[in-house]
Nanobody
Framework: QLMESGGGSAQAGGSLRLACGGT???????AAWFRQAPGKERQRVSQ??????TAYADSVKGRFTISVDETDTLYLQMNALTPDDEAIYTC???????????????????WGQGTQVAVSS
């Protein structure tokens, strides 16, 4: 299981950093952050895999940064937040893969419970 932290409230233009940990990640992995707002479908926000390659949804490019540190903690740094970023954010992990190319959204083995992010205008 994974556990997220760092959610909360921010004003538009502000920043929050989400963290996700709880299991060994290793060198071969694909990790991601998803978000789901009320009444909307789940959206994959960002991905990272073992080589350090990253990918972002167009709506967060240039504002969000995904990373993993040596303690096997996954982060999502969120800057320049807007009310459209308000959602429940969930981390996910698939181990033993060299990239995220063949990892579909439903393929992640480990999931967190989600953390709420609220953004006021």
């Amino acid at each position: 299981q994974l556990m997220e932290s760092g959610g909360g409230s921010a004003q538009a233009g502000g920043s929050l950093r989400l963290a996700c940990g709880g299991t060994y990640i290793g060198r071969r992995f694909c990790a991601a952050w998803f978000r789901q707002a009320p009444g909307k479908e789940r959206q994959r926000v960002s991905q990272i895999y073992g080589s350090g390659n990253t990918a972002y949804a167009d709506s967060v490019k240039g504002r969000f940064t995904i990373s993993v540190d040596e303690t096997d903690t996954l982060y999502l740094q969120m800057n320049a937040l807007t009310p459209d970023d308000e959602a429940i954010y969930t981390c996910a992990l698939e181990r033993g893969v060299g990239s995220c190319v063949r990892v579909g959204d439903a393929d992640y083995y480990f999931w967190g419970q989600g953390t709420q992010v609220a953004v006021s205008s």
